[in-house]
């Protein structure tokens, strides 16, 4: 799914008619959830799943020494309970 299909997914079940109103809160949802995971905190969303920054550190390779990266940040992802029924129930 494309964010052009969430928002028109968004607008049919929220019952709105104006599709720039729901790309709105799609753009305003996002953004949030962006902003918080840029400032290290962590975003749960009941019934979805949570979102957790994470910094890579370096690794020791074969030869045993550290390799160093770039700092930078990942994001770990974990799906909820809710969340993997309702992926379970779409597959079936």
Known sequence: MIKAELVKAVAQRANILNVKIARQ?????????????ETNEQVTISGFG??????????????GTIIQFKPHKNLRKSISKGGKNHELQRTR
């Open 25 to 37: 809160a799609v753009d305003a949802v996002f953004d949030i959830i962006a902003i918080k995971l």
């Open 50 to 63: 949570t979102f957790t920054p994470v910094h890579r550190r370096g690794r020791k390779g074969r030869t």
